[in-house]
């Protein structure tokens, strides 16, 4: 240990070394031992404890006790300070993270024993927190330690336990996979698609039952996903929750999909995002509000986060305010999406959040109306283009929202046109709201006042029986829209 502090020490640069004085200042015993450190020869313990403690009178065998209490926080002070080759790269490591670095450390300048037991410890933590990114790295550090020392006697435990551990990485990373699959399918094709994905995540979690860390994945992912889609049964979402506030309780340093900084803040603030939307679904619009709310609190306070925010946060703030009729304050967040994009420079996410404007006038309508309507729509028309060319399934439902806005605006023949294309009918039927085509069915012709005043009968019943928050708004546009039938 002295060496290796000494050989630390010695690589600081001279401004380093000076503010290191100026942090001990108050501590003379301190200050002789970088003393001692500044000279260019190796020296043991019985010499630094007659150096630091030249004018004690204790016995030797206390002065050496304080001296290794004096050692080890000095230690801890520069090992602070260095992280190896992940802090050169300015890479954010987590705690377990920068042991492992410093233990590398150690082994490059070969204190093999030093690095032994502390890498011995680093794994005993790993096992214990479910942190099997780091256990085959650290578990390869311990063997070469050993046959650094010709040490050979642990050796076939080591092996079985890194055996273990580069099994349990592959499970996780499958389910890493698995997961986002499973999120792709449901933004692209709905959740169904999504369930063979969530059911490998479930059977990799059972064949790993001594390690909750696949469980607490497999829940976590089954909620988030559960609560973002339509038609799931709440009863099920509520099962998912429960087990997931239970592991968190249980285990609560072992991660979900990923040992990386803020994980736990991150994973709170999903956990607030998917209440929201839980609640969502049973119509409690204020509750979900307010978990919306938690979870863009703890990306504003938490500095890791906000420049790790998505469209989709954007889109799902404003969905929320909507329904709860916050129209203002979802333009607001519209302009919010605007900046956060043009400082990214990420044109076509602009773009969506031009369309997300038009979406919140269209369902504020009469209440509020946009002064800018032709600008609005030419970002619109942009962003279709962008839509087309990707071949993405929201193709039809950006049409489908040009087609509203166009209603709005006094323009039925061209609301009509865009309302009755092929893409625009699959995607409100997609949508669970295939009224709206009979809408469109009905617009830009003399339609039948008792055409009319039925489809409104209609639309009213589907309205009164209505439960998901977002059906219930879109269903009270389309009950507007029926208005300008007239």
């Known amino acids: 240990m002295n060496n290796f502090i000494r050989e630390e020490y010695q690589r600081l640069p001279q401004v380093s070394r000076e503010q290191l004085r100026r942090q001990f200042t108050g501590s003379p015993k301190m200050l002789r031992l970088l003393d001692l450190l500044e000279q260019p020869k190796k020296f043991g313990t019985y010499e630094a404890v007659h150096h630091v403690y030249e004018e004690d009178t204790e016995a030797f065998e206390v002065l050496r006790n304080r001296y290794f209490k004096l050692r080890k926080k000095l230690a801890e002070v520069l090992e602070q300070g260095g992280g190896g080759e992940a802090a050169d790269a300015g890479v954010s490591l987590m705690p377990l993270e920068q042991e492992f670095y410093r233990c590398r450390t150690l082994v490059q300048n070969n204190h093999f024993q030093e690095a032994r037991r502390r890498l011995e410890k680093l794994v005993s933590e790993c096992w214990e927190r479910n942190i099997f990114e780091l256990l085959p790295d650290a578990l390869n550090q311990m063997l070469f330690c050993n046959f650094a020392m010709n040490i050979f006697r642990d050796n076939k435990r080591v092996y079985d336990q890194l055996a273990e551990a580069n099994s349990l990485l592959n499970s996780l990373n499958e389910q890493r996979l698995s997961a986002r699959r499973a999120y792709e399918e449901t933004l692209l094709s709905g959740y169904e698609k999504a369930r063979p994905f969530v059911a490998r995540l479930k059977t990799i979690a059972l064949q790993h039952k001594n390690y909750p860390r696949f469980e607490l994945y497999y829940q976590f992912t089954a909620f988030t996903l559960g609560t973002g889609s339509r038609g799931n049964d709440v009863r099920v979402l509520a099962r998912h929750w429960n087990r997931v506030q239970e592991l968190l309780k249980k285990y609560p340093d072992v991660p979900a999909a990923f040992y990386e900084p803020h994980s736990v803040e991150m994973m709170q603030s999903y956990l607030y995002t998917a209440q929201g939307f839980y609640a ?129 605006l006094g323009e039925p023949a061209k609301a009509a046109r865009l309302g009755r294309m092929p893409e625009t009918r699959e995607g409100f039927e997609r949508t669970q709201v295939p009224v709206y085509n009979e809408i469109f069915d009905l617009a830009g012709k003399k339609a039948s006042p008792e055409k009319v005043e039925e489809l409104r009968k209609n639309i009213q019943q589907l309205y009164g029986k209505a439960k998901e928050a977002g059906l219930i708004y879109a269903l009270k546009r389309a009950l507007a829209l029926v208005d300008l039938l007239r």
């Open 280 to 408: 969502f679904q049973r119509g409690d619009v204020e509750e979900c509000h307010r978990c919306f709310m938690l979870s863009w609190d703890i990306h504003d306070r938490t500095p890791g986060l906000r420049i790790r925010r998505t469209d989709s946060q954007f889109v799902n703030r404003i969905a929320i305010e909507v329904a709860t009729g916050r129209f203002r304050e979802a333009l607001q967040t519209a302009e919010q999406m605007l900046e956060f994009f043009k400082d990214q420079r990420e044109e076509e996410k602009r773009l969506k959040a031009y369309a997300e404007m038009v979406q919140v006038y269209t369902y504020a309508w009469p209440q509020l109306k946009p002064h800018n309507a032709e600008f609005l729509l030419g970002k619109l028309d942009e962003y279709i283009k962008v839509q087309r060319r990707d071949n993405l399934p929201t193709y039809g439902l950006n049409i489908g929202l040009k087609a509203v806005f166009l209603l709005q």
